[in-house]
């Protein structure tokens, strides 16, 4: 069995700072695309950013130039640094990772952590 553990949300005033973090444990034989995604009230998931195996990188584009999305193989982990935050980036963000284990490829999510960000 296979999870995905976020921490780092919190509460931030507009222009700051922070990082999300997500790891992934369990039965784990190699980990494809990992994702972050956000959902605000009343909004539909968005995605964030996604990294590939190969470390190439997509971002929304309302997130270019304030967010970096990386990875750390060994650890499983994948990260979100958020800078320059703004009152509208404010919703529940969900880590995705697509992972190969025995049971074949899945799609697993993390269990969402609430980013604030004040005016």
């Known amino acids: 069995q296979v999870q995905l553990v976020e921490s780092g949300g919190g509460l931030v005033q507009a222009g700051g700072s922070l990082r999300l973090s997500c790891a992934a444990s369990g039965s784990i034989h190699s980990i494809n695309d990992m994702g972050w995604y956000r959902q605000a009230p009343g909004k539909q998931r968005e995605l964030v950013a996604v990294?590939?195996?190969?470390?190439?990188?997509n971002e929304n584009d309302s997130v270019k130039g304030r967010f970096t999305i990386a990875r750390d193989n060994a650890k499983n982990t994948v990260y979100l640094q958020m800078n320059s935050l703004k009152p509208e980036d404010t919703a529940v963000y969900y880590c995705?990772?697509?992972?190969?284990?025995?049971?074949?490829?899945?799609?697993?999510w993390g269990q969402g952590t609430q980013v604030t960000v004040s005016s």
């Open positions: 995705n990772m697509h992972i190969w284990s025995r049971y074949g490829l899945t799609a697993y």
């Open positions: 990294i590939t195996s190969g470390g190439s990188t």
